[in-house]
């Protein structure tokens, strides 16, 4: 009888369920779009690259986990085989469930950003929309508080499941979300100017400013 790895279960069921609610997402905006391709295709030549590379660090990053908690045959690919000394002893257990457990902590922080967002919400910059710049709610101190999670919880991921895959898929995530969001930002000063510029003044990109106050900053995306 197969033994299920717990701690990589409750991660890779956290990270499948964080992008089917990025696709519930896609399918909600698109309803209120009146160009759906703007949703779903990103307008600009550089994010087309990056999600070239995305989509399948996407797939793996929501199988891998699964795979190696549950189905025996993957357990033996050394690329996703948890190694040994993550299987076994109690202190390396618990630190692989606080990760399990903060990555669904973040997974529901995301829901709450998302909401926010409503209809504003893009998965690429969209130069036809006209978009409210959003800087209150979880975006009062943070520019970029989805993508800090989505860091979070891929670091997260490769914590409960440090296989050679996951850290490779982890290296190559957090290097897009830096370019995603640089690029994002380069975007938003152009079309909201001196306010953008501001915001970006007295805010973080991904983590929230040692002694700042939340009524003073904001974000996007």
């Given at each position: 009888?197969?033994?299920?790895d717990?701690?990589t ?6 990270v499948?369920?964080?992008w ?28 087309k ?9 996407i797939?793996?990053w929501?199988?891998a ?5 549950a ?11 948890l190694?040994?000394?993550a299987?076994?002893g ?8 606080i ?12 829901n ?5 967002m ?7 910059v969209?130069p ?5 710049l ?7 101190r ?5 993508y800090?999670?989505s ?8 914590i409960?499941?440090?296989a ?7 290296v ?9 969001a640089?690029n ?12 953008y510029?501001?915001y ?8 929230p ?13």
């Amino acid at each position: 009888m197969t033994r299920i790895d717990i701690p990589t279960l409750v991660v890779g069921i956290t990270v499948c369920t964080y992008w089917f609610n990025v696709a519930k997402m896609v399918r909600r905006v698109s309803r209120a779009s009146t160009d759906v391709s703007t949703v779903l295709v990103p307008a600009q030549r550089r994010e087309k690259y990056m999600w070239l590379i995305w989509v399948p660090l996407i797939a793996t990053w929501m199988l891998a986990p699964v795979a190696s908690a549950a189905w025996e045959p993957a357990r033996q690919s050394g690329l996703i085989r948890l190694p040994a000394w993550a299987a076994s002893g109690l202190p390396a257990l618990v630190i692989r469930w606080i990760a399990a457990v903060i990555g669904v902590a973040c997974l529901a922080l995301s829901n709450r950003c998302w909401s926010h967002m409503g209809d504003d919400w893009r998965m690429s910059v969209d130069p036809g929309q006209s978009a409210r710049l959003i800087i209150d709610g979880p975006f009062s101190r943070v520019r970029h508080p989805i993508y800090a999670l989505s860091i979070t919880l891929m670091i997260c991921t490769m914590i409960v499941l440090p296989a050679p895959v996951m850290l490779v898929l982890g290296v190559v995530h957090v290097t897009l979300m830096n370019l995603k969001a640089r690029n994002e930002e380069q975007f938003l000063i152009e079309r909201h100017g001196e306010d953008y510029a501001a915001y970006c003044a007295r805010t973080n990109r991904f983590f929230p400013r040692l002694g700042s106050s939340g009524s003073e900053a904001g974000g996007r995306s």
